[in-house]
């Protein structure tokens, strides 16, 4: 992360700590401080961690074009082998990140019973 990666998450987090300090204390409670702490840090880190993944978006189906026409330039009809298998990982790939997204859930819950102790 960068300089100003880390500037933006400090002050993300300052702004929710001054969002939190004008909240009632009865609303605080029904949240935790744990569950509270967890969502401040992970969710700071989502932002800062989105800025340099904005870009993928645009260049990425860009830089799979060109990489199939430089395999059918070099490899002819034999490259559309390589562009089939990886269509046919594309679901599994979505299996294994919805499975991630699953026990991410859990740790996050795990996370939250130890910052409340």
């Known amino acids: 992360m960068s300089t100003f990666g880390y500037k933006i998450r400090v002050a993300i987090c300052g702004?929710?700590?001054?969002?939190?300090?004008s909240v009632q204390l009865?609303?605080?409670?029904?949240?935790g401080t744990g569950s509270l702490s967890n969502?401040?840090?992970s969710d700071a880190d989502r932002i800062v961690n989105l800025a340099p993944?904005?870009?993928?978006?645009?260049?990425?189906p860009l830089q799979l074009?060109?990489?199939?026409?430089?395999?059918?330039?070099?490899?002819?009809v034999s490259s559309l082998v390589g562009v089939g298998f990886l269509l046919v990982l594309l679901p599994l790939n979505r299996l294994f990140a919805s499975q991630i997204g699953k026990y991410s859930k859990r740790l996050m819950h795990f996370?939250?019973?130890r910052i409340k102790v």
């Open 111 to 113: 996370k939250d019973a």
């Open 65 to 76: 074009i060109l990489a199939i026409m430089l395999l059918f330039q070099q490899l002819g």
């Open 26 to 31: 009865a609303s605080l409670n029904e949240l």
């Open 15 to 21: 702004m929710v700590y001054r969002c939190i300090l």
């Open 53 to 60: 993944s904005v870009h993928e978006t645009w260049a990425m």
């Open 39 to 41: 969502y401040l840090t």
